[in-house]
């Protein structure tokens, strides 16, 4: 739960007094070693920075628990505020729910190291209705997956009606996911997705400010965050970047690494994962390398199924059949204006063969 103090009058800490009051006077032997003890306890001393040597740096990281392992191979390490993001209906949730699973029973998803322990997990989802998650997670036949009871899943209630008590519905929401951290002890979270959260007319300022409160939750309580974002309409034919989160690229600057979800252009139903940035590790699936996959449901759990590695050009669109695309787009969209095959030819200056062709494709895939 956060709290917040308003002060009337501004007052600096009596140790801040001590080291502007050095450049006009020589200190006592009292005030020095006020001025000592506040250098060595700076990190218990809450204020806006914490002052420590460097060397103690080092030995700081090595109180952290499991700091440095991977949550999802290199695409996710503990400790991470992580983005993945991808177009509609690439899978984003189903990868999230896998990755969830995974932590929440310590086992590993095949391809990728297996979790150090099984431990709670908190999945907001602002996607799927109850019947659609039920829907991906169950089977005539094999009844419904046993997921374990480390995995929460949670939803908008629309029965609350606290916002009121609150300056922004950003607030509410802030507040909203601290006290369920608090509760819960859940130390890792899975927001799907970001775009649901945003609040105010200004989308991108929104999304940013509300990296900027998760980064500070995200320290505040050692969290490990995984965001799901969507990106635009992209152009098939160029390798996917950071410039294809939508909203604002400048998401990713508050985001300790980030991955995306890319669909293959020349094999239909395949995909690939690419790391965007990297903090923890190192870019092992780059756009020489990215990790392929399909989705697959054999019995009552949808899930990624990895295949192996390849470099992304192999499944970007041609610019040959990039403008093949186009062209056949075209003589769809006027076909089913009613337009007929020769009126297509001589409006678009493509021969009469090429429309015959792609219209006879069209109704074929339409069947």
């Keep these: 739960m956060s709290h917040y103090k308003e002060y009337s009058t501004f007052h600096r800490p009596v140790e801040i007094e001590l080291i502007r009051s050095m450049a006009h006077r020589p200190l006592t032997g009292k005030e020095n070693k006020v001025l000592d003890n506040y250098f060595q306890d700076a990190a218990e001393i809450n204020e806006a920075f914490i002052i420590k040597p460097a060397a103690d740096w080092l030995q700081t990281t090595n109180d952290v628990p499991d700091a440095g392992t991977m949550l999802f191979g290199d695409f996710w390490y503990r400790g991470e505020l992580c983005i993945m993001f991808a177009d509609t209906n690439v899978g984003k949730s189903i990868l999230a729910v896998q990755i969830g699973n995974s932590l929440s029973k310590g086992e590993a998803i095949p391809g990728f190291n297996a979790p150090p322990r099984a431990e709670k997990v908190l999945y907001f989802d602002f996607e799927l209705s ?28 629309p029965e609350a009606n606290g916002a009121h008590k609150f300056d922004s519905y950003a607030h509410y929401l802030n507040n909203a996911i601290e006290n369920v951290i608090i509760a819960s002890g859940a130390r890792i979270l899975i927001i799907d997705n970001i775009t649901c959260l945003r609040s105010g007319t200004e989308a991108a300022a929104s999304a940013v400010n509300l990296m900027s409160k998760l980064q500070a939750i995200k320290h505040q309580y050692n969290l490990s965050i995984l965001v799901l974002a969507h990106t635009p309409k992209r152009n098939p034919a160029k390798p996917i970047s950071r410039n294809d989160l939508q909203g604002s690229k400048m998401l990713i600057n508050f985001a300790d690494s980030a991955f995306a979800i890319g669909e293959s252009q020349t094999n239909r139903g395949l995909r690939y994962l690419k790391q965007i940035k990297q903090r923890s590790g190192t870019q092992i699936y780059g756009a020489d390398n990215v990790r392929l996959c399909h989705i697959i449901k054999p019995y009552n759990f949808l899930h990624f199924d990895f295949t192996g590695q390849e470099p992304e050009a192999r499944h970007l669109l041609h610019y040959t059949e990039q403008q093949r695309k186009i062209t056949e787009d075209l003589i769809a969209q006027l076909h089913n204006q009613g337009r007929s095959l020769r009126t297509i030819s001589a409006e678009t200056g493509i021969s009469y063969g090429t429309v015959f062709r792609a219209v006879k494709r069209l109704e074929r895939e339409q069947c």
């Design 130 to 157: 109850a019947a659609q998650f039920k829907k991906r997670y169950s089977s005539g036949v094999h009844d419904n997956y046993p997921f374990g009871p480390n995995f929460a899943r949670l939803v908008f209630n």
